[in-house]
T-cell receptor, first 114, second 117 residues
């Protein structure tokens, strides 16, 4: 089974609607990253969360980390076509050693209809 | 500041051949990690190099190898290519080792799309 589970797997929303993507870990997290990817391209860094209860925002995207639940959520307010893409959560897992290895979720494909 | 660069962007090879992919990290970054992305398996960690030393290796066969040079540039090599090696290969760089904490982040390059025929 996946160490990082993302939900939903795909999402279609109307432009202007809000949406939330979740990322849940089966192991203790040490740093949680959110990236966005256009199909076939590299990953664009969005945000990194490290402490329980931490919340970060960039433009219309907000990410939160719930350390107790080992879960992070990514919330997009008033979605736009430019938000379309694949959202990936990645994490260092505690006990994974002192390396920069990231474990990734399966990704959430977001489509925004004009 | 220039981002992570990867060359070539696209490659087509045939089974049995070998291939070398190159990654230049962000200036000042000493850690380079490689990932393979496929529709079936998603993003999988290949290996990480820090200051020319391999620090971690994922669960891939020995046909996958890499190295890092003194200027932090990294190459990965895949020998005896198989159809299943067709994937997007992503390189990521980070300034510090994770043991120094989460004060910096990991940035990814645009990837090299490898197609094995």
């Amino acid at each position: 089974s996946q160490e990082l589970e993302q939900s939903p797997q795909s999402l279609i929303v109307q432009e202007g609607k809000n949406l939330t993507i979740n990322c849940t870990s089966s192991k203790t997290l040490y740093g949680l990253y959110w990236y966005k990817q256009k199909y076939g391209e590299g990953l664009i860094f969005l945000m990194m969360l490290q402490k329980g209860g931490e919340e970060k925002s960039h433009e219309k995207i907000t990410a939160k980390l719930d350390e107790k639940k080992q879960q992070s959520s990514l919330h997009i307010t008033a979605s736009q076509p430019s938000h379309a893409g694949i959202y990936l959560c990645g994490a260092h897992l505690r006990g994974g050693g002192a390396t920069n290895k990231l474990i990734f979720g399966t990704g959430t494909l977001l489509a925004v209809q004009p | 500041k220039a981002g992570v660069t990867q060359t070539p962007r696209y490659l087509i090879k045939t089974r049995g051949q070998q291939v070398t992919l190159s990654c230049s990290p962000i200036s000042g970054h000493r850690s380079v990690s490689w990932y393979q992305q496929t529709p079936g398996q998603g993003l999988q960690f290949l290996f990480e190099y820090f200051s020319e030393t391999q620090r971690n290796k994922g669960n891939f066969p020995g046909r996958f190898s890499g190295r890092q040079f003194s200027n932090s540039r990294s190459e990965m090599n895949v020998s005896t290519l198989e159809l299943g090696d067709s994937a997007l290969y992503l390189c990521a760089s980070r300034k510090l080792a994770l043991s120094r904490g989460l004060t910096d982040t990991q940035y990814f390059g645009p990837g090299t799309r490898l197609t094995v025929l």
